[in-house]
């Protein structure tokens, strides 16, 4: 069934057009064939393209067969001779299996008549052999065959391109949908609502501590880290929600507010300011102007709730009488603009005013002429006499029947201008964290979050009382 192998040592060459290889008997590295013969229809189909005319006494050299040898196997690339210098048909590469099975299969490269024994070539080892002829009706099919493919490929890439679009356009959904301050930093209103501050005071605030905090969660960006601060400040949120909110776990939000808080405390104090004398009388109002021109500042004191304490001191300690809770107290000073001045550390809501007043150091800040402004609690009159300052107080009614006129109209007076300590701890407490229950784990950031929520009062705006 093979080519059948010539042994005649009469002078003879290869018959392929373009091919001069002699025959060697020495070269034992190249082989001659017949073309077959028709002896058996398996072997009349081989020769059926050859001319009798052509084939009679032709020989055909091993060099033309991929392994350098014929094979009888069909789907063999050597069934057939395929390598011919000459080719009268140019087939683009890849369009015909022989191609496929030429670069799966070792090459053989006429060069000087030696085999190559290497089963793949690379471009230096040796030039590509021209293009094999191929049958017209497999050309036909094949290229039939790379038209489909062109077609389904075009429409598989315009269908990767609609995926893609796609895929971008619900990323961007999910981002949008997702909360973060991404979501919302386009909506002013809401912005406000979650913060208590505009969007160009937030980046403000961000700007001052970003260059001494660092991210703790890395799902979160910076922003994000100080939306949830202010979320919990501002409306009060417990651990739980701000984590359900941000799609992190609350042991996150614990370690953000633990890692934030001290910085933005330290950041935003200078914002609670002493205002000099010369700068209280340049913006008083004229509602004390008249009566109060030597007013230097309005305190009160302030309580937020916290839960029981296990401890039983701790517990006697922070119980207050007045608001039947435990609390922790706080004194809170004003300007006559507006604006908190003094801001105490926490103390038990056992104590009175008259010794946090004494042991907050808020005597220190006095000069003399000064005039302070309180509520009757505040029995500091000889204290403030000490600092050469001077106390104003409602009147009392102790061992009196009934107030005189210039006692009521006196004390009406005061009350009228002390009101604005009341108002600015009002809008104070607008974060809604000092209005809150403030769990025993948390009580030691309390004095960390009272300073925050105090300079970022200042910094929205005033109370300014009417003139």
Not at 24 to 30: H, Q
Not at 169 to 197: D, E, H, N, P, Y
Not at 234 to 250: C, E, P, S, Y
């Amino acid at each position: 069934m093979s080519f059948a192998e010539r042994d005649e040592r009469t002078t003879m060459s290869c018959c392929a057009v373009g091919c001069t290889n002699p025959f060697n008997k020495f070269d034992k590295n190249r082989k001659f064939y017949r073309i077959p013969s028709t002896r058996t229809p398996f072997k009349a189909n081989r020769r059926s393209d050859w001319n009798e005319q052509i084939i009679k006494n032709a020989t055909i050299c091993s060099d033309h067969f991929i392994s350098g040898e014929a094979s009888d196997d069909f789907d063999s690339p050597d069934f057939v001779p395929s390598i011919f210098p000459y080719s009268t048909q140019s087939v683009k590469d890849g369009d015909t299996k022989l191609e496929r099975e030429r670069d799966e299969t070792p090459r053989r490269c006429p060069d000087n008549g030696h085999q190559s024994t290497s089963t793949s070539l690379s471009p230096n080892d040796c030039e590509i052999e021209p293009e094999a002829m191929v049958p017209k009706a497999v050309h036909d099919d094949l290229k039939q065959k790379y038209s489909q493919l062109h077609t389904e490929c075009d429409n598989l890439r315009v269908d990767i391109n609609k995926l893609k679009a796609e895929n971008e356009q619900l990323r961007a959904t999910v981002r949008s949908t997702q909360f973060s301050f991404a979501s919302i930093q386009c909506k002013a209103a809401q912005v406000l609502f979650f913060t208590g501050l505009t969007s160009a005071l937030f980046n403000w605030t961000l700007h001052a501590v970003k260059d001494s905090v660092e991210v703790v969660r890395g799902s979160l960006t910076l922003e994000d880290h100080l939306l949830a601060i202010l979320m919990k400040l501002r409306l009060g949120l417990t651990n739980k929600d701000i984590a359900f909110r941000f799609n992190v776990t609350q042991c996150d939000i614990s370690n953000i507010l633990r890692s934030w808080l001290p910085v933005l405390s330290q950041t935003l104090k200078p914002l609670i300011k002493w205002p000099s004398k010369h700068a209280i009388l340049k913006n008083m109002p004229n509602c004390f102007k008249r009566k109060y021109k030597r007013c230097r500042c309005i305190i009160d004191c302030t309580e937020i709730f916290i839960n029981r304490p296990t401890n039983l001191t701790a517990r006697a300690q922070t119980y207050s009488n007045y608001k039947s809770h435990n609390t922790v107290k706080y004194l809170v000073g004003m300007s006559p603009a507006g604006a908190i001045t003094f801001m105490s550390s926490g103390w038990g809501g056992r104590v009175s005013d008259k010794q946090i007043t004494a042991e907050s150091g808020f005597y220190d800040l006095l000069e003399v002429n000064d005039e302070i402004l309180a509520d009757r609690g505040f029995t500091i009159r000889d204290e403030l006499a000490l600092c050469g300052a001077t106390l104003r107080i409602p009147h009392f009614t102790r061992g009196k029947k009934q107030l005189s006129a210039q006692e009521v109209e006196t004390s009406r007076r005061l009350s009228n201008v002390r009101i604005h300590i009341e108002r600015i701890i009002g809008r104070w407490k607008t974060f809604r964290i000092l209005t809150t229950v403030v769990p025993l784990s948390q009580v030691d950031l309390l004095d960390d979050i009272v300073i925050v929520c105090a300079a970022l009062t200042n910094i929205c705006k005033c109370i300014v009382p009417r003139k």
